[in-house]
């Protein structure tokens, strides 16, 4: 009876222990993809199937993409719901004996996606944790090192949250599959890929030990997460979730920033598409909506920041008071608003650098935007100590220049 090359049986080796993956298995310049990994990629990505030699009668079948045209393809699998696992070689094929170690490094999926394609928007996976008469919501993106945490009692209120975040992904425990959210609608109308997890990511006590180890604190009390006993277990759920997939440094995940629902107005979906808030009811398109309109920043992260704004419309009178006094301030102070403008026009997405950073893909040309970024910062404090009150006032005071920094890069 034949027998399987040592290769292959590497690779049937890690793809057991990643089942529910799409496997990239590096080899010299390219990813390869073998058996039904390789027929589902070949026809999802309209590559041409070949075969390999495997040391089985029939050959295995076979597809690959180059290594350094990878993301456009992984981009390409995430946007239709697949999982990608990330295999690498871990050492030295000059300097190893025999086969060549391999591991998984990554594990890509649509909510943990570094390279969307829009900027301007956040790409948010969200963690729901349903107990009995509670939903516990925590949603992160993964690019940002935004991370919120609440919890709602109906489900009429974790919709307007999966609306308002439009999450790429959701994972969940099982008990959330059968408590009457229809599933189908999620996945269907909105195009949420929804994937339950092990019961092992919800145990309580597991789910604290994660948000204590991450943020480097002996207790949960100074967070301000004490009223969310469900959304604990969510925001440790996803926290194990990313560390588990991404096998990487989270540490530009700083906060975990707890919310009550009821600081924003409850939009149900249908509201949402009719006021076409951010995009239009029949095109789809950003242009003709609200955020089309109102939309004149000069970052990304801004742009990202203005359509939270629309998303999440606020009810409390003095917060609502607090941005119309900036918009005022800065409309009488037209010159200042210019030059503020022109400084802001060349600063790159610093939050998505950071992530980078964090996970140490940046190279020299993101260490480049970074650094130019942030010689921008002393000009614009300059300019924000012209306002003598209100937020404006309060933003100058907690921006640091960073010019330690700019000057070590």
Known sequence: ????????????????????????????????????????????????????????????PMCGVPYHAVEGYLNRLVCKGYKVAICEQVEDPKTAKGLVARDVVRIVTPGTNLNTADETKNNYLMCIVYLSDRYGISTADITTGDYFVTEVDSERKLLDEINKYHPSEIICNDAFLVSGVDIEDLKGRLGIAIYPLEPHFFDDDRCQKSLLKHFHVSTLQGMGIGDFPAGIIAAGALMLYLTDTQKNSLDHFTHLYPYLTSRYMLLDSSTRRNLELTETLREKQKRGSLLGVLDKTKTAMGARCLRQYIEQPLIDTEQILGRLDCVEALSKQSMIRDELREYLNPIYDLERLLGKVSYKSANPRDLIAFRNSLRMLPHIKTLLSEFSAGLLKEIDNEIDDLSDICRLI
């Open 1 to 60: 009876m034949a027998e399987m090359t040592p290769m292959m049986q590497q690779y049937l080796k890690t793809k057991e222990q990643h089942k529910d993956c799409i496997l990239f298995y590096r080899l010299g310049d390219f990813y390869e993809m073998f058996f039904d990994d390789a027929l589902t990629v070949s026809k999802e990505l309209e590559l041409t199937l070949t075969g390999k030699s495997c040391g089985l009668e029939e050959r295995a």
